[in-house]
Nanobody, 127 residues
Framework: EVRLVESGGGQVAAGGSLRLSCAAS????????IGWFRQVPGKELEAISC???????WYADSVKGRFTVSSEKAKNTVYLELNGLKPEDAALYYC?????????????????????WGQGTGVIVSS
């Protein structure tokens, strides 16, 4: 059974930083895309970053230059470094895996293309 567990969320002052982790287990895919999404209650799910099994990355314009995605395959963990946090970054952050390595031109794709999701970790940014 594939399981994704996010951690690292919390409360931080504007301008601060957090590092989110997405630990995967039961994961045997050779080619995949790990996506990071966020959602504010009552608003739509927003894709913010992706990293593929071959290390390619993608960022939404809203986080480009402030967030960095990376992976540590030996630990089956993907990280999302959040820097320069703004109050509008406050949300529930999710990681998800698409077990199809789609062409990078199609990233991030639609939420329903991701097969497994974590439970989310909350980020609060105080102004």
């Amino acid at each position: 059974e594939v399981r994704l567990v996010e951690s690292g969320g919390g409360q931080v002052a504007a301008g601060g930083s957090l590092r989110l982790s997405c630990a995967a287990s039961g994961f045997t895919f050779n080619e995949y895309i790990i996506g990071w999404f966020r959602q504010v209650p009552g608003k739509e799910l927003e894709a913010i970053s992706c990293i593929s099994s071959n290390g390619d990355t993608w960022y939404a314009d809203s986080v480009k230059g402030r967030f960095t995605v990376s992976s540590e395959k030996a630990k089956n963990t993907v990280y999302l470094e959040l820097n320069g946090l703004k109050p509008e970054d406050a949300a529930l952050y999710y990681c998800a895996v698409d077990n199809e390595l789609r062409d990078a031109g199609t990233w991030p794709g639609e939420w329903w293309q991701y097969d497994y999701w974590g439970q989310g970790t909350g980020v609060i940014v105080s102004s």
